[in-house]
């Protein structure tokens, strides 16, 4: 049986999540990604963090972090699923935020074009290479700048996102085969309290 291009796309993106079987998953969606439902998936997470995690601290963090990864989806995912209805859009992505004994961990995938997959892979490096402190820096820079044309928002989401998780970023963009496309897989890392 010959898997058709969909059924190939995700197949690249679920495995793209290190869950392991000591890893407790307080949510998995794989899906359309719109404002309304990262709203309804940002209360599950919620009433999730305040029932396990005390910090209020990691709970605002990590909370920052998951809208902010789901607003790239909404903004940046690219593929044939891509819905439109008036004045909203819908993008296909997957979420997954799960913890163990010492982390909890915010992940993402989605499907990028060749100028995105670029971009993000500069972007990110340059992150990775930074102090928290030079992060802040920038992020606050950010906020008083104007965004790039490239951007569909204020152009300070990876910024929010590496200055507040506790290790840096990780990424991978695997190029799918006969197409323009790379599924991105981004992940946060935060330490419990």
């Given at each position: 049986m010959k898997m058709n291009d969909i059924q190939v796309k995700e197949a690249v993106l679920m495995p793209l999540f290190g869950l392991s079987r000591h890893s407790d998953v307080a949510l998995f969606y794989t899906g359309y990604f719109s404002q309304q439902n990262i709203i309804a998936m940002?209360?599950?997470?919620?009433?999730?963090?305040?029932?396990?995690?005390?910090?209020?601290a990691i709970r605002r963090r990590l909370f920052s972090v998951f809208v902010e990864m789901g607003q790239n989806i909404v903004r940046y995912s690219s593929d044939e699923r891509y819905l439109c209805t008036g004045q909203e859009e819908l993008r296909f992505g997957s979420l997954c935020l799960h913890t163990d004994h010492r982390h909890y961990y915010l992940e993402t995938a989605n499907l990028v074009g060749e100028e995105e997959s670029s971009l993000l892979q500069t972007n990110l490096e340059v992150l990775r290479t930074m102090t928290q402190d030079e992060i802040k820096q920038a992020w606050k820079q950010g906020l008083r700048s104007e965004a790039p044309p490239t951007s569909k928002g204020a152009n300070i989401g990876l910024l929010t996102m590496a200055r507040d998780t506790s290790e840096p970023?990780?990424?991978?963009?695997?190029?799918?085969?006969?197409?323009?496309?790379?599924?991105?897989?981004?992940?946060a890392t935060f330490c419990h309290d």
């Open positions: 940002g209360e599950v997470i919620r009433v999730w963090l305040d029932k396990h995690e005390s910090s209020s970023l990780e990424y991978r963009l695997h190029p799918l085969a006969a197409s323009p496309l790379s599924a991105f897989h981004l992940k």
